[in-house]
């Protein structure tokens, strides 16, 4: 079922008539398998863009880092450190070192402190 906005009718109209063609077959519903790919590369790059463009527009970047957040929910999709580290384990938010966090070495661990909230993220390196 094709969830539709109330706001736009232009956009519920094409929304509807998506939902009768692909009732109709004329349109194929995509697979969730190659769904859940496309989510994959739109959520990195989309995140990636974000932590590009945190440094001139953090509003824009946070939005940017929750779209890319909702598809990874939305599909499964699975971030590594690299892309984790991103976000903040307490409010969820986009934090760029440098920005808007603090990034310290301490007894073998890196400390990431979110400037929204205040939380330090651990990450332990691993042993030499
Ligand atoms: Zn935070």
């Not at 109709?24 to 932590?51: G, H, N």
């Not at 945190?54 to 929750?66: V, W, Y």
């Not at 939305?74 to 976000?87: A, D, I, S």
């Amino acid at each position: 079922m094709t969830k539709c906005s109330n706001e736009n009718s232009d956009r519920q109209d094409l929304c509807r008539d998506n939902y009768f063609a692909r009732q109709a077959r004329i349109i194929p519903a995509i697979k969730r398998k190659e769904a859940k790919k496309q989510a994959t590369v739109a959520a990195r790059s989309v995140l990636k863009l974000a932590a590009a463009t945190a440094g001139e527009d953090l509003p824009l970047a946070k939005r940017q880092a929750a779209l890319a957040r909702r598809l990874m929910l939305k599909y499964n999709v699975r971030f590594g450190w690299e892309l984790k580290r991103f976000y903040c384990h307490g409010c969820k938010q986009l934090i760029v070192p440098g920005v808007n966090a603090r990034v310290r070495v301490s007894a073998g661990k890196v400390l990431t402190t979110c400037a929204n909230c205040g939380r330090v993220n651990r990450k332990s390196l691993p042993q030499a």
